[in-house]
Nanobody
Framework: QVQLVESGGGLVQAGGSLRLSCAASGRTFSNYAMGWFRQAPGKEREFVAAISWSGLNTRYADSVKGRFTISRDNARNTVYLQMNTLKPEDTAVFYC??????????????????WGQGTQVTVAS
């Protein structure tokens, strides 16, 4: 089992920034690719960003390209999501997830084995 705990969410004005963190425990963090997903009220969970175990491969949803950056620190067992130029439509619960196929950076939620509980991000207009 991998336990994932997200933090860093909150309320921010449009145009502002937040950095989300996801701390992993339970198994070797570098054995997993990691992803961020989000779910807004009344909508399905959607892909945001993903990163392979080494950090060399990343993938982003078109809606966040150029604004969000995913990174990881394997020594700290943590994956980050730096979010800049936030928009009201970014409001959602953000989840991190771990994929045991560590070489990929998948945008498919079904590829992920473990999920965190989520952190709320609210962007005020």
């Amino acid at each position: 089992q991998v336990q994932l705990v997200e933090s860093g969410g909150g309320l921010v004005q449009a145009g502002g920034s937040l950095r989300l963190s996801c701390a992993a425990s339970g198994r070797t963090f570098s054995n997993y690719a990691m992803g961020w997903f989000r779910q807004a009220p009344g909508k399905e969970r959607e892909f945001v960003a993903a990163i392979s175990w080494s950090g060399l491969n990343t993938r982003y949803a078109d809606s966040v390209k150029g604004r969000f950056t995913i990174s990881r620190d394997n020594a700290r067992n943590t994956v980050y999501l730096q979010m800049n130029t936030l928009k009201p439509e970014d409001t959602a619960v953000f989840y991190c997830a771990a994929d045991s196929q560590r070489y990929r950076s998948s945008g498919n939620p079904r590829d992920y084995d473990f999920w965190g509980q989520g952190t709320q991000v609210t962007v005020a207009s």
